[in-house]
């Protein structure tokens, strides 16, 4: 591959052209390339690419990593900077960078959860072996070969007739799935929680919850199911839908996938919104500040964290801090002013932190990590 047509594929690649093998070059080549000296010729570059080019063409698939940030500033440095002859992935870094801090790295999230029982007697689902954990009255509570947390049999109350509730805490760098008592499916992010019944009884099933929760639910016309935010009322009928009501994010956002839900917003300024407005599949409601508006979804990047992905879509770099944040259990504290730089990308979650920095550096942004803080500077 001479220099032009290596040009020509960083051009393509930055406008969303390139053929999935030409996608599978430039990042297959990203991942594997080693660290050359700054005067490295285009010759090189296009040589090692060549290489690479070889080594997939004697493979009859191709695994594409859908690992990097497509945004005009850091394609344009690419591009850019392999034309004068080096990537500035490839510029030497200060030894504090999270590229050269590997040995510093933190590890991906995984399935954490707490479970508080109505006695207030509070256990760890990560640590509890399969098969019955506890028993409430005469339900049993179990946790599946699959980790899921399900309910099996009658519901007892409490000692003053009153239902007795659980509640499910996800910690930072957590996320669980629970199969309601009614059967609903629902699947917790990290630093979420639900508290639910541990039966339905009435006429209405209704949960409390906090941060992401993502809801599949049996439907029954004679008994609403109702999820209660900080900021807004959900009714199901008949549904999928994820709701994100993390206290650190500026709205309360509720995206509909199947069936129809019913949104309102108590404190909301109109009679309409405090009524609630009914969302169609492909819908998103927003509650922020006490207006509550409607627009199209993107089902995609609403539904990556359950999917095992973060999904970036014109994200800025605080978003994105708030995302990792929560995934990674870290602290991030910001120094300096930041770039104004919006990204687009998808990142597998089980990928080690420092290898998300490594990517997102390309935009002029640097990272340090020292045990579970992280530091952000232009």
Same mark, same amino acid.
């Given at each position: ?63 594409? %990593? !859908? ?10 440095? *690419? ?12 510029? !030497?870094?200060? *030894? ?15 399935? #954490? ?23 409430? +009255?005469?339900? %049993?509570? #179990? #946790? ?22 659980? @509640?499910?805490?996800?910690?930072? +760098?957590?996320?669980? @799935? ?15 929680? %639900? ?5 339905? !009884? ?15 639910? *049996? ?18 009928? +008949?549904?999928?839908?994820?709701? $994100? ?6 709205? *309360? ?20 919104? @405090? ?6 599949? +492909? ?6 500040? $006490? ?47 930041? !770039? ?6 998808? %990142? ?31």
């Amino acid at each position: 591959m001479n220099k032009q047509d290596l040009i020509e594929l960083l051009k393509r690649y930055d406008q969303g052209l390139c053929s999935d093998q030409e996608k599978a070059w430039v990042e297959t080549w990203y991942l594997n390339y080693e660290p050359q000296p700054l005067d490295t010729s285009i010759e090189v570059l296009s040589a090692d690419l060549d290489e690479v080019e070889q080594k997939l063409i004697e493979h009859t698939t191709f695994r594409r %990593i !859908p690992l990097w940030p497509r945004i005009a500033a850091a394609a344009s440095i *690419v591009i850019f900077l392999s034309i004068g002859g080096y990537f500035l992935l490839h510029k !030497p870094a200060p *030894v504090q960078t999270a590229q050269n801090q590997m040995h510093n790295d933190v590890a991906p999230g995984g399935n #954490k959860a707490i479970i508080t029982l109505s006695n207030g007697k509070k256990i760890s689902l990560t640590d509890a072996s399969k098969g019955t954990i506890t028993k409430e +009255g005469n339900t %049993i509570i #179990k #946790k599946t070969n699959d980790g899921t947390v399900s309910y099996e049999g009658s519901a007892p109350t409490g000692t003053t007739g009153q239902l007795a509730y659980n @509640t499910i805490a996800i910690p930072r +760098g957590g996320q669980w @799935t629970v199969i309601l008592p009614d059967g609903t499916k629902a699947m917790l992010d990290a630093a979420s929680s %639900i508290k639910y019944p541990v039966s339905f !009884p009435g006429n209405e099933r209704k949960v409390e919850i906090t941060g992401q929760v993502y809801f599949e639910v *049996v439907h029954n016309a004679a008994k609403p199911f109702r999820v209660v935010t900080k900021e807004q009322v959900i009714e199901d009928i +008949g549904t999928k839908f994820n709701i $994100n009501a993390y206290d650190d994010e500026p709205a *309360v956002k509720t995206t509909l996938v199947e069936g129809a839900v019913r949104v309102s917003s108590p404190g909301a300024h109109s009679v309409l919104e @405090t009524a609630g407005v009914i969302l169609k599949p +492909g819908e998103q409601s927003v509650v922020q500040n $006490n207006k509550l508006t409607v627009s199209a979804a993107n089902i995609e990047e609403t539904l990556a964290w359950k999917n095992g992905y973060f999904k970036f879509n014109d994200d800025s770099v605080e978003s994105i801090m708030r995302k990792l944040s929560r995934w990674y259990d870290i602290e991030v504290e910001y120094k300096g002013d930041l !770039p104004d730089i919006k990204f687009d990308g998808e %990142i597998p979650r089980n990928t080690g932190l420092s290898q998300v920095l490594k990517v997102l550096e390309l935009a002029n942004v640097h990272f340090t990590i020292q045990g579970k803080k992280l530091t952000v500077t232009p």
